[in-house]
């Protein structure tokens, strides 16, 4: 069974930064991809970040670029999302999501063509002063 959980939200400062974790168990391919997502009150949910598995390619919202950064650490299973220069509109709850199979962000798709079937439970960010 698929399990995604979400960490290191929290209350920072404009301009501060915050390291999110997404801590990914259950898969059974090698092939895969970790997203993370953001909604804030009364918005629609936005896509922020993705990285693949296959090539560690990777997608950014252009509201994010430049700030925010996706890695991973195979090891530990786990993908994180680097968020400098924090802004009051990036307070959200953050969701990681997994998406099942082969993707590669070389080949020309971005996550909003992604179908993701797994979802964590999400991580409150508030940027304010």
């Known amino acids: 069974q698929v399990q995604l959980v979400e960490s290191g939200g929290g209350l920072v400062q404009p301009g501060g930064s915050l390291k999110l974790s997404c801590a990914a168990s259950?898969?059974?391919?090698?092939?895969?991809?970790i997203g993370w997502f953001r909604q804030a009150p009364g918005k629609e949910r936005e896509g922020v970040s993705c990285i693949t598995s296959s090539d560690g390619s990777t997608d950014y919202a252009d509201s994010v670029k430049g700030r925010f950064t996706i890695s991973r650490d195979r090891a530990k299973n786990t993908v994180y999302l680097q968020m400098n220069s924090l802004k009051p509109e990036d307070t959200a709850v953050y969701y990681c999501?997994?998406?099942?199979?082969?993707?590669?962000?070389?080949?020309?798709?971005?996550?909003?063509?992604?179908?993701?079937?797994?979802w964590g439970q999400g991580t409150q960010v508030t940027v304010s002063s």
């Open positions: 259950g898969f059974t391919t090698p092939y895969y991809a």
């Open positions: 999501a997994a998406y099942w199979g082969f993707l590669s962000f070389l080949d020309r798709i971005t996550m909003a063509d992604v179908e993701f079937d797994y």
